[in-house]
């Protein structure tokens, strides 16, 4: 996987103090709504886990 976001937040964060970040993936939203729906509700289990 490539992102170039997560890095550059995690020395954003990192910056600030805020160094135990956890970042929740939502992929595939644009795969149509049952792999949207998909997603968004295996994302919102793995919050429920972290929080």
């Known amino acids: 996987m490539m992102d170039s976001q997560e890095p550059h937040l ?3 964060f990192g910056f600030m103090g805020i160094t135990d970040v956890t970042f929740i ?6 795969f149509g709504p049952e792999a ?3 997603a968004i509700n295996a994302a919102q289990a793995e919050l ?3 929080a």
């Open 48 to 50: 429920k886990l972290v």
């Open 10 to 12: 995690r020395t954003l």
């Open 36 to 38: 949207r729906e998909q």
């Open 25 to 30: 993936r939502v992929e595939k939203l644009a």
